[in-house]
């Protein structure tokens, strides 16, 4: 029986780590360089490569996002493609995985990977989390699941996993309602199935310019009439309730037709909408036209750059964050 057939795309990251002349470590690693390290992989899949970029994932911003999920498009246009790994640094991985969740409709299976240790320390984690990637992209059962993240033996969706820590093998997790479910050997495990997810919208360009105001005790309006003065196309503002010069402030950019989302500024849980009702909290910001977010402001920013980037309205635009609370 012939194995599935996965695609690599290499985008550098600590995971593709090499140590330079200088003594300095870089990407610089070779998908084919990656594999060999994992002969094991072979059982698993046909695997062939597409070694795209070679950087650190900080240097990977919409643009280059969005030229990822074409190019995933373009490879899932092959049907004898059961799915796609991705390697990336850690630094954005959460970014790019969610980018690529609210831009493709793919069935077939989306894994990105990375590592914590480059290949130059001992014991680097690199190996069999893309070991585990493949693994999870050749498997039938992670069809229709969305845009997936797997690292340290554990299978996140896009939405919820997050980046927890600096530097431990374990620093990817979904902090609410934890991993879709694991790597057991050569078992693909799922415990869970992930909420229902928006369709896939590709904007042609990223073309606005969205960004985000965080969270803090007694903030000043320095950053926010920053932006306003830029007249950015959309603000994420993480805050569940804002005090009369920030309401204001908003308020006004809604009414010139700047997007506002506010997102939850924790890990986990969602705004409320009716228990507090006091100017300025959540009931008085929805009706104000100010938009909610299912998720962190990081996710936010990056769902409302591609919607405005597709020219759909504000009120789609509402419906397709509020969606994330039905």
Not at 81 to 98: D, F, K, N, Q, R
Not at 110 to 136: E, F, Y
Not at 214 to 231: G, K, N, Y
Not at 282 to 291: K, V
Request: aromatic share 6%; charged share 20%.
């Amino acid at each position: 029986m012939a194995l599935p057939r996965v695609r690599i795309i290499a985008t550098g990251g600590t995971i593709a780590g090499a140590r330079l002349p200088s003594g300095t470590v870089a990407p610089g690693l070779a998908p084919n360089e990656l594999l060999a390290r994992i002969p094991a992989a072979a059982s698993y899949a046909e695997c062939d490569v597409d070694p795209w970029l070679q950087v650190a994932s900080s240097a990977i911003g919409f643009r280059e996002m969005l030229q990822l999920s074409q190019r995933v498009t373009a490879a899932l246009a092959d049907r004898d493609v059961a799915g796609i790994v991705i390697t990336h640094g850690t630094a954005t991985l959460e970014h790019t995985a969610y980018f690529l969740d609210v831009t493709l409709n793919a069935e077939r299976p989306v894994v990105l990977t990375g590592a914590m240790r480059n290949p130059t320390l001992p014991s680097d984690d690199g190996p069999l989390n893309l070991l585990n990637a493949i693994q999870v992209a050749a498997c039938e059962r992670s069809r229709g699941l969305g845009v997936l993240v797997v690292m340290n033996g554990t299978i996140h969706c896009a939405k919820d996993v997050t980046k927890c820590h600096s530097a431990s093998t374990a620093a990817f997790q979904s902090p609410e309602f934890g991993p879709l479910g694991a790597i057991d050997e050569d078992y693909v495990f799922y415990a869970r199935r992930p909420f229902r997810r928006i369709p896939g919208i590709m904007p042609p360009a990223i073309t606005a310019r969205v960004e985000r105001i965080p969270f803090v005790a007694d903030p000043s309006d320095v950053l926010l009439r920053a932006a306003l003065d830029a007249r950015v196309d959309g603000l994420v503002v993480e805050s569940g309730r804002l005090s009369r010069p920030h309401f204001d402030l908003l308020k006004g950019a809604v009414d010139r037709g700047t997007a506002v989302v506010i997102a939850n500024p924790y890990h986990a849980g969602r705004l409320h909408r009716n228990t507090y009702r006091h100017e300025g909290a959540e009931a008085h910001l929805l009706s104000a036209g100010m938009i909610f977010s299912g998720t962190p402001g990081v996710k936010a920013r990056v769902k409302l750059t591609v919607l405005l980037s597709a020219g759909l309205s504000h009120a789609r635009i509402r419906e397709l964050f509020h969606a994330e609370w039905r």
